[in-house]
């Protein structure tokens, strides 16, 4: 069945028909993101949710997303996803981080403009007939200091155009290394340093726990009299009640918002005032970067819905489409190990320890831990998956180490699973053969070689002879005909394992007569 999609935002069109020509049923319903109960309604229907800024992705949506992978952002900020609550759902969420940001910073800039020169009131005036001549004067960028605080891919566009304008550029951004801030021409400043300087102040961060009210009342204070404040990233970074009071009291000259803490902002404490310039969140709203936008996202869900291949997820690492068929069998590898690791195991788990021998080593690793890591876990809980995983574990307190080696041993590539509870610690291996399929080749140091099969029984005993009779009459007597039958041991009348496989499930009076015999120590029957 085709995967389906909804883009639930007034996305660019073009979206629809990528979507369409990649094979991808597609319900274009650019208004639906403002209508939450029916959002909740439908979403259920669809494998991938492309969206802009309207529609939010929040845990009462992600619970009727049944069967939803993938909600992809035409755009930067992710803060209308509730990524955790996605992330435990399994669901990737992307976004298209470079498609706007030249537009973005374009906006700045034309709003920095639109200050130094009061356009908009100016043009109100005009047109209104009054040619105020005396009224408008402005001020010259040309030497003045812009100061930008975050200096990504946003910040340094804005400050590669400041210093086309002759402006000297500063720059707050404890992530910018000064390596990189040489490169661009910009000098790096601490906040404070930055607000005493800077006549003109640009934000272009995230909203997060350390950026929200990055502008306070305090840090405003310590502002420029006469300095003038752009805000195209995010409503929060400035305090508005605390700007209006500046802008009032004249210590601040100007600002020019496209961003506020409510959007849809119908009234907020910055409207009406003379010096202030708000414009409907357009920072990105360009015929070109909507464009590129939409062409983006859907383009990178379609990878991931038709090929597996991963790129800008904010909560999963990348995995291009040609990584995607090299990683696949050793995905199923690691989940399986895990499934198995997690069949075996009945108390919690306090470590696990994935150790990448030979050609895997070079592989996205990251993919592969999280895919052992749920298949370990979800003999316990059902619904975990490779994106859900890693937090997962965390949240139950799971140390999980990674350990690569470039090396192969006896094997091309092998992944090795240990699982440490506080009574054991038990290890097993695995690897894949030429014909792409899963193998196992060690179970707690014996070894063995066997595949995965749907039902399995796995058995350690005493290396004594007669077991394999009278195991093997066992099964025969109950009907369950034995598939193939993997045995291994560490040593002559040591530590031995069978790992069988049979035709349908192991009947629970079988399962007890097999723990019965003599030497047996464990026997546990096994679905992959
Ligand atoms: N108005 C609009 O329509 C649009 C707004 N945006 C907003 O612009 C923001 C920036 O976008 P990009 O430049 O692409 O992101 P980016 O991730 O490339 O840059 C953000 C920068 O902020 C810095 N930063 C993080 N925490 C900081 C802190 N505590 N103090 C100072 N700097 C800090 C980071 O180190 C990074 O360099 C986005 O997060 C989004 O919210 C993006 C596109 C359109
Ligand atoms: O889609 C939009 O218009 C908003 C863009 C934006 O804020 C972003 O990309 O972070």
Redesign the pocket.
Known sequence: MAPRVLISDALSPAAVQIFKDRGIEVDFQPALGKDKDKLAEIIGNYDGLAIRSATKVTPKILANATRLKVVGRA???V?NVDIPAATAKGVIVMNT??G??IT?AE?AIAMMFALAREIPAADASTQAGKWEKNRFMGVELTAKTLGI???????SIVADRAIGLKMKVIA?????SPERAKDIGVEKVELDDLLARADVITL?????D??RN?LSAEAIAKTKKGVRIVN???GGLVDEAALAQALESGHVAGAAF??FITEPATENPLFGHPNVICTP?????TTEAQENVALQVAEQMSDYLLRGAISNAVNFPSITAEEAPKLKPFIELAEKLGSFAGQLTDTDIQTVRITYDGAVASLKIKALTSAAVAGLLRPALADINVVSAPSIAKERGIVVEETTREIAGDYESLITLTVITEKMERSISGTVFADGRPRIVDIKGIKVDAEFAPSMLYVTNEDKPGFVGRFASLLGDAGLNIATFALGRDRQGGDAIALVEVDGTVPGELLAKVQQLPSVKQAKPLVF
Do not use: E, M, Q, Y
């Open positions: 755009g930067i900020g803060d981080p470079f706007n940001s973005t906006h605080i975050g200096c990504g891919n946003i910040g707050f951004d404890p992530f910018l272009h961060t995230p909203l997060t350390k950026t990055v195209c990233a995010r496209d961003v969140h357009l920072g990105a709203s």
